[in-house]
């Protein structure tokens, strides 16, 4: 009984292991992003700010970079929620933003996607 028990748990447990964020996976993901951002070391602004350290900063604020009045005005610090529904769709969740990537439609992708900007800290180092 008590395997019957163990191996039920186990099964039920296998599908939150399925969805875990994944960081390397999400750097795969990243290379959507990585025409027009840039992450980690050395990164710069390019066509899109950089991205380190995003998690935790408030839209519109990466320095030297020109936001557009809507994301400059979206009035949100980035969390895990706010990333994953703007990287849906950015122009539903900020009419009016600059730009024009359509969106990580896959649910895993964006939660590795967003395990990966995670990983970064605001100098671009790897959070400890």
């Known amino acids: 009984m008590l395997r019957l028990v163990v191996a039920a ?7 939150t292991l399925a969805l875990a964020q994944d960081a390397e996976a999400g750097k795969k993901v990243f290379t959507k992003c990585a025409p027009c951002h840039s992450i980690g070391p050395g990164a710069t602004n390019k066509v ?17 970079f020109a936001y557009s009045d809507a994301m400059k005005n979206a009035g949100w610090v980035w969390d895990e929620a ?3 529904e703007y990287i849906t769709d950015p122009k539903k969740k900020v009419p009016g933003n600059k730009m ?5 439609k896959d649910e895993l992708e964006r939660d590795d996607l967003f395990a990966y900007l995670n990983s970064f800290a605001a100098d671009g180092s790897p959070k400890k």
């Open 48 to 64: 899109g700010p950089n991205l380190n350290g995003v998690i935790g900063r408030k839209a519109g604020t990466a320095e030297g």
């Open 100 to 104: 024009l990537f359509p969106g990580v």
């Open 82 to 84: 706010v990333f994953k």
């Open 9 to 15: 748990g186990a099964l039920l447990a296998l599908p």
